[in-house]
């Protein structure tokens, strides 16, 4: 090999070009940590809002439940006071 700016910390140059890709390397490794998390923290409240919004179908269905059992009853009530 040449020895002329190939060797290992000659001059610094290789010695800092290292150093260099090292704090490149671990931001681009920090972004896509930071990324990560957000992606977490995103999927996390859809589900809660994916369970909120089953938890209000419930509760439409129970109350429309309540309501058909009423008129139900009710329609049964009519047709026992007609001859």
Known sequence: MNKKGLEFGQNGR???SATQLDII???IVTFGDALGTVAAVLA???????????????KQLKKMQKQIDYLTSELFKLKSQMP
């Open 14 to 16: 290789n010695a800092l």
């Open 25 to 27: 390397a671990s931001a």
């Open 44 to 58: 996390l409240e859809a589900e809660e809002e994916e369970e909120k919004s089953q938890e209000n179908q419930e």
